[in-house]
């Protein structure tokens, strides 16, 4: 059976995107390995082994086109409502609080907020399936 283990984004600013991550999901470095046109920032905490694996192409200056294919990363938090005021107070502009509802019963309550790059993170209350 396959084990889901990391996703990775291509990022322009390594210190940049490790500490977005850090202020806004507390993840932190677990790896970082380098090569010669390239290196590999390893991000996790301890709430999973899924990493977040950053890119960093050595010399880009431009920021990358992330095209016009909608996806986005997931995070869930036990109170969406209060992560959501913690990160507008890092000023790191979340979207507006969602509720999703189906059948008449909660589906999912959760924003949207950007990293440095433009990548989009769902950040989820625990609940139903999003535990």
Same mark, same amino acid.
Do not use: C, W
């Given at each position: 059976?396959? @084990?889901?283990? !990391?996703?990775?984004?291509?990022?322009?600013?390594?210190?940049?995107s490790v500490d977005? #991550?850090? $202020?806004?999901?507390?993840?932190?470095?677990?790896? /970082?390995?380098? &090569?010669?046109?390239?290196?590999?920032? #390893?991000?996790?905490?301890? =709430?999973?082994? &899924?990493?977040?694996?950053?890119?960093?192409? $050595?010399? /880009?200056?431009?920021?990358? =086109? %992330?095209?016009?294919? #909608?996806? !986005?990363?997931? *995070?869930?938090?036990?109170?969406?409502?209060?992560?959501? @005021? /913690?990160?507008? @107070? %890092?000023?790191? !502009?979340?979207?507006? %609080? *969602? =509720?999703?509802? /189906?059948?008449? $019963?909660? &589906?999912?309550?959760?924003?949207?907020?950007?990293?440095?790059?433009?990548? $989009?993170?769902? *950040?989820?209350?625990? !609940?139903?399936? &999003?535990?």
């Amino acid at each position: 059976m396959a @084990k889901m283990i !990391h996703s990775m984004i291509r990022v322009l600013d390594e210190a940049r995107s490790v500490d977005f #991550y850090s $202020k806004a999901f507390g993840l932190s470095v677990a790896d /970082r390995v380098d &090569f010669e046109t390239f290196t590999l920032i #390893y991000l996790s905490n301890a =709430e999973t082994g &899924f990493e977040l694996e950053l890119t960093v192409n $050595k010399g /880009r200056t431009a920021p990358y =086109e %992330l095209g016009n294919a #909608y996806g !986005h990363l997931a *995070v869930s938090v036990e109170e969406v409502s209060v992560e959501r @005021k /913690r990160l507008s @107070k %890092l000023g790191l !502009h979340p979207g507006e %609080l *969602v =509720e999703l509802n /189906r059948d008449g $019963k909660l &589906f999912g309550l959760f924003f949207f907020i950007s990293d440095p790059d433009g990548y $989009k993170i769902e *950040v989820l209350q625990r !609940h139903g399936r &999003f535990l």
